[in-house]
């Protein structure tokens, strides 16, 4: 009999174990609900890694929501006074030299914000990781010395910024400290990591981000955020073609 309620406590154990085991979708849930917001204010500044050498662009941003964003670049004096807005699925850019506001679509989207490493497409993305891809649990990694799930990321979105990602989720902090981004054709297409994070409004946010664009020569573009606000009160009018010019 004692032999009989050992076993029975020793399955009862186990599943309870079992019955805490996060999914995959819960951790793409939780990875999603640390960057939610009304509103976000952000202050960064770009390193841009080039062949001539490094140019740092500083700029200030707005978003609401996941689908409304309006930046301001503040330096250098080349780069001064140019604006982008992003409505939903729609970006304009005003660059003051030419005085003239231009739609960026189609083919556009692919092309590179300021010689980085980024595209204008990877300034729309607005995706949702629990809504656009399913997950697999691959297996588990280190990175910065972070206790990390690995994850498989499969678009089922048309929406879906990349067809495949790999990504490397912190298991405490649930972000994501190492992503490799895969056309559907198999092809390596970008590659980012989280340098350096840090902890505000009660949640853990990154620092200092490094991209790379695979498909071209260089030592990528450091994404440096200085400062973040959340939930602070914006302007209405910032989120119209009428700021731009502004």
């Known amino acids: 009999m004692?032999?009989?309620?050992?076993?029975?406590?020793?399955?009862?154990i186990i599943s309870e174990c079992a019955g805490q085991t996060i999914t995959a979708r819960q951790i793409l849930e939780r990875i999603d609900k640390n960057f939610e917001a009304e509103t976000v204010i952000s202050t960064s500044t770009m390193s841009i890694h080039g062949k001539r050498g490094t140019r740092n662009i500083k700029a200030k941003s707005y978003a609401r929501g996941s689908t409304d964003a309006f930046t301001e670049y503040l330096y250098p004096v080349r780069e001064k006074g140019t604006k982008m807005l992003k409505l939903d699925?729609?970006?304009?850019?005003?660059?003051?030299?030419?005085?003239?506001?231009?739609?960026?679509?189609?083919?556009?989207?692919?092309?590179?914000?300021?010689?980085?490493?980024l595209s204008y497409e990877d300034f729309m993305t607005n995706e949702s990781l629990e809504e656009d891809y399913k997950?697999?649990?691959?297996?588990q990694d280190t990175v910065n010395g972070r206790l990390c799930w690995?994850?498989?990321?499969?678009?089922?979105?048309?929406?879906?910024?990349?067809?495949?990602?790999?990504?490397?989720?912190?298991?405490?902090?649930?972000?994501i400290l190492q992503a490799s981004r895969f056309a559907r054709s198999g092809r390596l297409l970008k590659t980012t990591k989280i340098e350096d994070v840090?902890?505000?409004?009660?949640?853990?946010?990154?620092?200092?981000?490094?991209?790379?664009?695979?498909?071209?020569?260089?030592?990528?573009?450091?994404?440096y955020i200085e400062s973040v606000e959340f939930n602070k009160k914006i302007p209405a009018y910032l989120f119209s073609k009428a700021a731009l010019k502004k």
């Not at 004692?2 to 020793?10: A, E, N, S, V, W």
């Not at 005003?94 to 189609?106: E, L």
């Not at 997950?135 to 297996?139: H, Q």
């Open 150 to 175: 690995v994850l498989e990321l499969t678009a089922v979105s048309d929406d879906a910024s990349y067809f495949r990602q790999e990504v490397r989720v912190d298991k405490e902090r649930f972000l």
């Open 198 to 223: 840090f902890k505000t409004a009660g949640r853990w946010y990154p620092r200092k981000i490094t991209f790379k664009d695979e498909l071209k020569k260089g030592k990528g573009t450091e994404f």
């Open 89 to 117: 699925d729609q970006l304009w850019i005003y660059t003051p030299s030419a005085d003239r506001i231009i739609k960026i679509s189609g083919h556009m989207l692919r092309q590179s914000v300021m010689g980085s490493d």
């Open 2 to 12: 004692k032999i009989f309620l050992i076993q029975i406590l020793i399955l009862f």
């Open 135 to 139: 997950a697999v649990i691959s297996g």
